[in-house]
């Protein structure tokens, strides 16, 4: 396994979409696998391929405490339910926080390292950030779909909640 670079905000391909992914071959998950450390060392929440430079619908998530993260290739939401708006960062936007509204449950179809299609269900901070790194799979990153950016400050303090 290996951290790879993590692209950030000016590079062109974090507004590109991602193709299929077709092979699910021992090149694949040594990509998963480097993501899946390159998430860990960066404490993110989420990682999509192009943020390491690669436009394959592949993303890694940390969605259940305690657990390896949840492994997505090729995934679409199938389901969604509610709403929540808060704070939302990015990996690939180092210090930047906006104010997000997202579904508050999202179900999504997607297929596992070796191609076997599965359903996972996430509410609150796992829905988030399925969507989140589903976008970054379109070519969309968070600050498109942001309300208004946060300051350090509204972020610490929580003050945003209260508006
Ligand atoms: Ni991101």
Redesign the pocket.
Known sequence: MAIRNIVTEGDDILTKPCRKVEKFDARLHQLIDDMIETLAAAQGA?L?AP?VGVLRQICVIDAVEGEAPLELINPEIIAQKGSQTDAEG????PDQWALVTRPMKVTVRAQDRYGKEFQFSGEEMTARCIC??LD?LQGT??LKKAERMLTQEELESGSYKEG
């Open positions: 989420g999509a943020q990015c990996l690939s936007f989140h790194e970054h990153v968070f």
